[in-house]
């Protein structure tokens, strides 16, 4: 069994920075490509960023490319989510996920494990 437990979540103004992490259980991790992904009140959850298990290859919705970078640390089983110049459309629940491949992928289907989320909020 897989556990994922996000942090690093919080209140932010427009224009800050903030630094998920997401820990996980288990001695597969570099196996697996990571994903992040959000989900906004009255939204569907959307992808948000992927990267692939040895972190050669990453991949990014267009609304954040530039200014989020996802990254990952096989030897601590931590993946991150580096958000800068943030919006206040950014506002979401943020959730990381491990991928069923190796490569990173944003299709929600393509994710067999998630975690709990954590609170991201821009303010304006």
């Known amino acids: 069994q897989v556990q994922l437990v996000e942090s690093g979540g919080g209140l932010v103004q427009a224009g800050g920075s903030l630094r998920l992490s997401c820990a996980a259980s288990?001695?597969?991790?570099?196996?697996?490509?990571m994903g992040w992904f959000r989900q906004a009140p009255g939204k569907e959850r959307e992808f948000v960023a992927a990267?692939?298990?040895?972190?050669?290859?990453?991949y990014y919705a267009g609304s954040v490319k530039g200014r989020f970078t996802i990254s990952r640390d096989n030897a601590k089983n931590t993946v991150y989510l580096q958000m800068n110049t943030l919006k206040p459309e950014d506002t979401a629940v943020y959730y990381c996920?491990?991928?069923?491949?190796?490569?990173?992928?944003?299709?929600?289907?393509?994710?067999?494990?998630w975690g709990q989320g954590t609170q991201v909020t821009v303010s304006s």
């Open positions: 990267i692939s298990w040895s972190g050669s290859s990453t």
């Open positions: 288990g001695r597969t991790f570099s196996s697996y490509a």
């Open positions: 996920a491990r991928a069923r491949t190796r490569i990173g992928t944003m299709l929600n289907d393509e994710y067999d494990y």
